[in-house]
């Protein structure tokens, strides 16, 4: 077990349905500290460089619109093997995937706006983190 870091993002159905209290619950729940956080309305330029992984997928363009529809909460979490702990507890893309209790199993709309997003592994985490935050606001708790 090492302790990690991870990026999370609340997403813009989410926080227009008025429950980034009740995904930070989900998270602290599991163990996960929020260390560094923020609302952020994204520009089509930031949400097409986050995304950029995926510029050639067919739901590129209806990803970026979705991500700057709205303001979004970005955040830092740590804990033992964050990046999986946070990956569990937000449940598959697909809500209809996604394991019961799950955070996109119980909140999120469709495979698109699905509530949150969590860093997959420890360079996009690393990447992810360095995307949103500078290192002096990230906290020691
Ligand atoms: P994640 O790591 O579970 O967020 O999933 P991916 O990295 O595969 O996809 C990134 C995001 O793109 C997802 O969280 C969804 O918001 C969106 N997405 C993924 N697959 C689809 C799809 O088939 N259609 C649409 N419209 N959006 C998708």
Do not use: W
Not at 15 to 39: H, P, Q, W
Not at 88 to 93: H, S
Not at 133 to 139: I, L, M, Q, Y
């Amino acid at each position: 077990m090492t302790l990690e870091r991870t990026l999370s993002i609340v997403k813009p159905d989410a926080v227009a349905k008025n429950i980034i209290g009740k995904i930070y619950d989900r998270f602290e729940s599991v163990g996960l500290t929020i260390v560094a956080c923020r609302m952020t309305q994204l520009s089509r330029e930031q949400a097409e460089a986050f995304y950029e992984v995926h510029r050639q997928r067919p739901f590129y363009g209806e990803l970026v619109e979705y991500m700057t529809s709205g303001p979004v909460v970005v955040q830092v979490l740590e804990g033992e093997d964050a990046i999986q702990t946070n990956r569990r507890v937000m449940g598959a893309t697909n809500p209809e995937e996604a394991e019961p209790g799950t955070i996109r199993a119980d909140f999120a709309e469709s495979v698109q706006a699905n509530a949150v997003h969590g860093s997959d592994g420890p360079e996009t985490a690393r990447s992810e983190i360095d995307f949103f935050f500078d290192e002096g606001d990230v906290c020691q708790r």
